[in-house]
């Protein structure tokens, strides 16, 4: 019978393992430097069957791939921009510098980290430290400390330097821009935790994060947090202004799309006077309803699609807009709203201030349906929900550094495996980060030594050729003329 007693916290470097077989004598396997430097650590230690074992001095990593996704981000100078962003300082001089502190956090999503306690394991990982140039990684008490020390002035500064950071590295053109929110479930009395809307937890307190994507390249334009009674549109006309300054006057918005949550005057008005193409799902309030069910001159396309269109004022807004309705037949089950006044159809109802033909506007905006694919890549493989800490601006500042992770990622993944590529960033982890490495010297100089077999290195030292090569701007995605 084989008995394990662990000891200390998993993350402790002093952590033992004791095991105890019946047969054999009791073997005490201590990680702290004394037993490291003892000479007993060499010795082949056999058990009652299996692989022998031993230890060694050498580093090793799971996660050497992660070295040419380092190669893209120094040829970036991803460094230099944290560097000039106005990261907050520590309280004395022995503090870490907020860089580090950064790059720590950022290299733990990229491993799959998805708690603070997690950035324990960058901490002991000396290959994968080495790989990032990360002298030391601050323990779990620091980092929270670190993020504690955000205000909405300091975030505010800090993100709005690295979001245009990095769009200064695109080649600037005309962009679709999606405007989407979501839900994160809080179950503890944080900052911000409040109950409102929650589809999936229903009075539940949460938090009401507002995101703006780039949809050809799949990018994060910027991101804010807000409390968890937000509404859709709760200041959604600042978002819009501040989404804005991030393409500043090297990129555009060709168009603009969101859902009926959107569908307020303020910020049509706003959207208008900026001169941006929008289609904005309408809310089918009574008065919609009522201008649908008597609707008489409809354009049938194909026996079950009839498309028409009208200009309607809502209560509210300044001026009469141009709407947009799709019909489809039930049995059609395509994506819309069933009208008890019209039964046997569903509606698609849009405001738009294009002149497209309806269906042309409608083929538009169902290619908004793939931000709700990028919520889910940041929610499963960035963990932006679950960074959390007491303090509202803290954990707004852990949600939006989880969104830069992702666009560098984004960077990463078109840059170098192409433009088509949409492999998530769980995909990536298994294909090309989660490579085994040894950390060791040739020479005086200090050399990574990634296990793969001759196969998958030609394709691995074409990935290293293609980043090199990069300039500081290159162009992503399929844009607007």
């Known amino acids: 019978m084989l008995r394990l007693d662990a ?57 050497g791939g992660l070295r040419v996704l380092e ?15 106005p ?20 290299v733990t999503i990229w491993t799959g980290g998805g708690r603070f306690a997690h950035t324990a394991l960058v901490r002991f990982d000396t290959a994968l430290r080495s790989i990032f140039g990360l002298s030391q990684v ?21 993100f709005g330097h690295l979001s245009r950071w990095l769009w200064d590295r695109t080649a600037g053109g005309s962009w679709t821009v999606d405007l989407d929110s979501t ?7 944080q900052e911000g935790s409040r109950r409102g809307y929650n589809p999936w937890r229903r009075g539940k307190r949460s938090q009401h994060p507002l995101m703006a994507f780039a949809a050809e390249c799949r990018m994060v334009v910027t991101a804010w947090l807000r409390p968890g009674d937000s509404t859709a549109n709760t200041n959604v006309e600042n978002f819009f202004r501040e989404v804005l300054a991030v393409f500043g006057d090297r990129h555009q918005i060709g168009l603009l799309r969101a859902d009926s949550g959107f569908c307020i005057g303020s910020f ?19 008065t919609i309803k009522r201008k649908l069910s008597g609707l008489q001159d409809w354009v049938e396309l194909d026996g079950r699609t009839a498309v028409a269109e009208f200009m309607y004022q809502a209560e509210g807004w300044s001026k009469a807009r141009r709407v947009v309705v799709v019909r489809h037949r039930t049995e059609d089950q395509r994506a819309g709203q069933t009208l008890l ?58 949600f939006r550094l989880a969104c830069w992770a992702y666009n560098l990622m984004a960077l990463f ?69």
């Open 183 to 189: 839900v994160f479930t809080r179950y503890g009395q």
């Open 7 to 63: 000891h200390r916290n998993r993350f402790n470097p002093d952590f033992s393992l004791r095991i105890s077989p019946n047969a054999f004598c009791t073997v005490r396997l201590g990680l702290g430097d004394d037993f490291l430097q003892s000479k007993r650590m060499n010795k082949i230690v056999q058990t009652s069957g299996g692989l022998p074992w031993t230890f060694t001095d050498k580093k090793f990593t799971p996660w």
């Open 268 to 286: 049509l008005d706003l959207v208008e006077s900026k001169n941006v193409s929008y289609i904005v799902v309408a809310r089918v309030m009574r």
């Open 413 to 481: 993944r078109q840059a170098l495996l192409g433009i088509a590529s949409k492999h998530t960033l769980s995909t990536l982890r298994t294909q090309c980060f989660a490579i085994g490495a040894g950390l060791g010297k040739s020479g005086r100089r200090a050399v990574l030594r990634l296990g793969l077999e001759e196969p998958r290195r030609r394709w691995f030292t074409g990935l290293f050729a293609q980043a090199e090569q990069l300039t500081t701007t290159f162009s992503l995605g399929a844009k607007h003329s």
């Open 138 to 158: 601050a323990s779990v008490s620091t980092f929270t400390r670190f993020f504690r020390r955000f205000g909405q002035k300091e975030g505010e500064y800090v």
């Open 341 to 398: 006044e019209v039964p046997g159809y569903t509606y698609a109802v849009y405001v738009t201030n294009l002149a497209l033909p309806p269906m042309q506007v409608r083929a538009l905006y169902q290619g908004r349906a793939d931000s709700e694919n990028r919520i889910k890549e940041l929610l499963y493989d960035f963990a932006i929900s679950v960074f959390v800490s007491q303090k509202f601006w803290a954990t707004e500042t852990a």
């Open 71 to 85: 190669e893209l981000l120094r040829k970036i100078g991803w460094e230099e921009a944290l560097e000039q962003a």
């Open 87 to 106: 990261l907050p300082e520590p309280g004395n001089n022995r503090g870490l510098n907020p860089v580090v502190m950064v790059k720590g956090f950022l």
